[in-house]
Antibody, heavy 125, light 109 residues
Framework: EVQLVQSGAEVKRPGESLKISCEASGFTFTTYWIGWVRQMPGKGLDWVGIIYPGDSDAKYSPSFEGQVTISADKSINTAYLQLNSLRASDTAIYYC??????????????????WGQGTMVTVSS | ATQLTQSPSSLSASVGDRVTITCRASQGIRSALAWYQQKPGKAPRLLIYDVSNLETGVPSRFSGSGTGTDFTLTISSLQPEDFGTYYCQQFNNYLEGFTFGPGTKVDIK
């Protein structure tokens, strides 16, 4: 089964750091782009960034550049989102998602076709 | 950066109604657009990719169309399970980020 399984909920203090994981299974991890999306409580979806685990090429939304680090360990099929110097405004659900790919067209699709279950991050003093 | 707007922001419709949601991009994005459905407490679900291609397993009452800056998601006959919030997402430029629209909340009357 193709799936992305994320690490569990976290409660952190302001100023702390956090690394969320996203473990892939059922597909070749190194040939797909894995993205990260933030959803603040009661709000819409915010694009954070994306990584190609094959060569760890990461691209960030300008809104998140410098605030987060996206990485991947292809030996264990896992992508990571690191949040530094946490603030209360980082309280949100963070999702990882896979960018779809068409093997017949040899083309990455314009769509994120597989999603993790989400990781709830709460930052509170 | 490419911005997306959606209209309406919310709607309430009856079972069997035809529902149309519009997504407008601030600049041309070719066919680089997807649509998602999200239900409360759940991750988003891909419905449509590449503007008009139906994701595997998605009912055929969902369809997408458009090009350039104006795009539409249509539900031909609304069903009770179609409640939720619908988002468009553009994939025009990696460096700008693959931004989402603000969402359209759909309720069943």
């Amino acid at each position: 089964e193709v799936q992305l399984v994320q690490s569990g909920a976290e409660v952190k203090r302001p100023g702390e750091s956090l690394k969320i994981s996203c473990e892939a299974s059922g597909f070749t991890f190194t040939t797909y782009w894995i993205g990260w999306v933030r959803q603040m409580p009661g709000k819409g979806l915010d694009w954070v960034g994306i990584i190609y685990p094959g060569d760890s090429d990461a691209k960030y939304s300008p809104s998140f550049e410098g605030q987060v680090t996206i990485s991947a360990d292809k030996s264990i099929n896992t992508a990571y989102l690191q949040l530094n110097s946490l603030r209360a405004s980082d309280t949100a659900i963070y999702y990882c998602a896979r960018r779809g790919y068409s093997s017949t067209k040899n083309f990455y699709l314009y769509g994120m076709d597989v999603w993790g279950q989400g990781t709830m991050v709460t930052v509170s003093s | 950066a490419t911005q997306l707007t959606q209209s309406p922001s919310s709607l309430s419709a009856s079972v069997g109604d035809r529902v149309t949601i519009t997504c407008r991009a601030s600049q041309g994005i070719r066919s680089a657009l997807a649509w998602y459905q999200q239900k409360p407490g759940k991750a988003p679900r891909l419905l449509i990719y590449d503007v008009s291609n139906l994701e595997t397993g998605v009912p055929s009452r969902f369809s997408g169309s458009g090009t350039g800056t104006d795009f539409t998601l249509t539900i031909s006959s609304l069903q009770p399970e179609d409640f939720g919030t619908y988002y468009c997402q553009q994939f025009n430029n990696y460096l700008e980020g693959f931004t989402f629209g603000p969402g359209t909340k759909v309720d069943i009357k």
